[in-house]
């Protein structure tokens, strides 16, 4: 039964019906409005016929089957880090107003957010129109840094992103210095975070910033929009230096993602391509170092025994030696010189016959009887004469 509202009196009966004004049955009706609804809720809309007055943003948020009424006041709009726009999927956080003048009930939209259709239709609006301006052409994709020095790290502080990046970047990398830069990642900040870009982009020289990484943590495809906006895609596309996008979940892509020089998974993800992993850097120093170590024992041992070889050779070649063997060949050749000289033969007790002209005698058919001859000895010569010549017929 409806009562008045700060009433204990039921209404007027007539024949055993509730009777009312109309003040009162406006006033029954707020009142249990006010304590049978829930004093928030959820309500996922399209925004219909958005218009300003006096401030406030009157609109109508409808579903296709049903409409109702929604206002944003002036002092809560002022709040809100998106703008419903015509057509727009919204999700209201809200509360039910009701005028008992009129019997008027409105929601009163306390926040809204894009739904998921509208922040892909954005999306989609967006990537459209940068796409033919090769704004995602893996050609246009600058190559990181292999071994960065100094890079800033773009992302809410503090937050589990960061405190994950940090860690990471300790245990991949330490030599890298951090910079890490402030900003906000959700609701209408995008200007906040392209401000904050090209700030970097304008200090990279004199900070001797190598790469910037653009991070936020997970959350859902709607709380991602930000990162949608076609400004921040020219503003990271402007950027002296390359872009890592850490944004999300891995299933989640963004413009800023396709926009960015790489794009990793996780903020996380983003550090372990941007930085090099200092096990896997030993370990290629050690086997590098083991491939040095065996390379340079095989050359030692190679020119080791090219020098021996050398060596050999320049004792084969040395003066002294060469001179020694000459000595000794000469001996040899003085030797056999000595062992063939007709001088050895006559020391042996042959000698030499001669005629009277000093010709050698070679056969007794140079000789006649009485011819005179000279006998050569080892120590002297005897004159000769020939008394018989007798050949022994085994002649030439």
């Avoid at 894009?114 to 989609?124: G, H, I, M």
């Avoid at 246009?140 to 020095?149: I, N, Q, Y």
């Avoid at 940090?166 to 890298?176: D, F, V, Y």
Wanted: proline share 6%; net charge positive.
């Amino acid at each position: 039964m409806l009562t008045v509202p700060g009433s204990s009196a039921s209404p007027r009966q007539h024949d055993g019906i509730p009777r009312f004004t109309v003040a009162e049955l406006n006033q029954a009706i707020g009142s249990l409005l006010e304590r049978g609804f829930a004093p928030r809720f959820l309500l996922e809309a399209t925004v219909g016929r958005p218009q300003q007055k006096k401030g406030h943003l009157w609109l109508t948020l409808v579903d296709g089957q049903a409409s109702i009424q929604g206002v944003i006041w002036a002092s809560q709009l002022q709040k809100l880090s998106f703008l419903p726009q015509e057509g727009d999927g919204v999700v209201v956080v809200g509360k039910l107003n009701f005028w008992a003048a009129r019997a008027s009930l409105t929601v009163q939209v306390l926040d809204v957010r894009p739904s998921l259709t509208t922040v892909l239709r954005q999306f989609e609006q967006v990537r459209s129109r940068l796409e033919p301006e090769g704004l995602f052409a893996p050609e246009r994709k600058r190559p990181l840094p292999r071994w960065p020095r100094r890079i800033a790290l773009l992302t809410s502080v503090p937050s589990a992103a960061l405190a994950d990046m940090l860690r990471t970047a300790r245990e991949r990398w330490p030599a890298t210095d951090l910079l890490v830069v402030p900003i906000p990642v959700q609701g209408n900040v995008e200007a906040q975070i392209v401000a904050a870009i090209e700030n970097l982009g304008e200090q990279a020289d004199r900070l001797g910033i190598e790469a910037l990484v653009l991070a936020r943590g997970g959350g859902s495809r709607e709380d991602l929009a930000v990162f949608d906006g076609e400004p921040l895609a020219r503003c990271l596309a402007a950027c002296r230096r390359p872009v890592i996008c850490g944004i999300g979940h891995e299933d989640d892509v963004t413009i800023a993602d396709l926009v960015a020089d790489y794009r990793a998974a996780t903020p996380t993800a983003a550090l372990v391509a941007l930085l090099p992993d200092r096990s896997q850097v030993i370990r290629a120093l050690e086997q590098e170092r083991g491939h040095l170590q065996r390379t340079l024992t095989l050359r030692i041992a190679s020119a080791r025994q090219r020098l021996g070889a050398r060596q050999e050779q320049l004792r084969l070649l040395h003066p002294a030696r060469l001179l020694g063997q000459r000595r000794q060949w000469l001996d040899q050749r003085q030797q056999l010189l000595q062992a063939l000289s007709p001088r050895h033969l006559l020391a042996r007790g042959f000698s030499l016959l001669r005629d009277g002209d000093g010709r050698l005698l070679r056969s007794v058919s140079q000789l006649r009887p009485g011819t005179g001859i000279t006998a050569e000895l080892a120590d002297g010569r005897v004159a000769l004469q020939v008394q018989v010549v007798e050949p022994d017929g085994q002649g030439p």
